[in-house]
Nanobody, 117 residues
Framework: QVQLVESGGGLVQPGGSLRLSCAASGSSIRTMGWYRQAPGKERELVAAITSGFSTNYADSVKGRFTISRDNAKNTVYLQMNSLKPDDTAVYYC?????????????WGQGTQVTVSS
């Protein structure tokens, strides 16, 4: 069983920065990343990073957010700069775990990010 523990959410003014962290227990972790869900909206992918450090970003965050990971610590980070009110959402960490030939997704509990003056 893989557990994900998130930290780093909070309240920030527009234009500010936050850094989210997510530590995963277990092994054989492949892609890690972040989704977010705002009230009344569907959950959307924010950014993802493979174990080989290839990255993928939503168009809405490109140039503002940076995803990184420390494979030795099974930890993924999301540096969020130039935050906008539209970035307000619950951010969920996920990890893709390989079990023999299958891949399973595990999720964190979510951390609230609020961008407001």
């Amino acid at each position: 069983q893989v557990q994900l523990v998130e930290s780093g959410g909070g309240l920030v003014q527009p234009g500010g920065s936050l850094r989210l962290s997510c530590a995963a227990s277990g092994s054989s972790i492949r892609t890690m990343g972040w989704y977010r869900q705002a009230p009344g909206k569907e959950r959307e992918l924010v950014a993802a990073i493979t174990s080989g450090f290839s990255t993928n970003y939503a168009d809405s965050v490109k140039g503002r957010f940076t995803i990184s990971r420390d494979n030795a610590k099974n930890t993924v980070y999301l540096q969020m700069n130039s935050l906008k009110p539209d970035d307000t959402a619950v951010y969920y960490c996920y990890a893709e775990v390989a079990v023999i030939t299958l891949l399973y997704d595990y999720w964190g509990q979510g951390t609230q990010v609020t961008v407001s003056s």
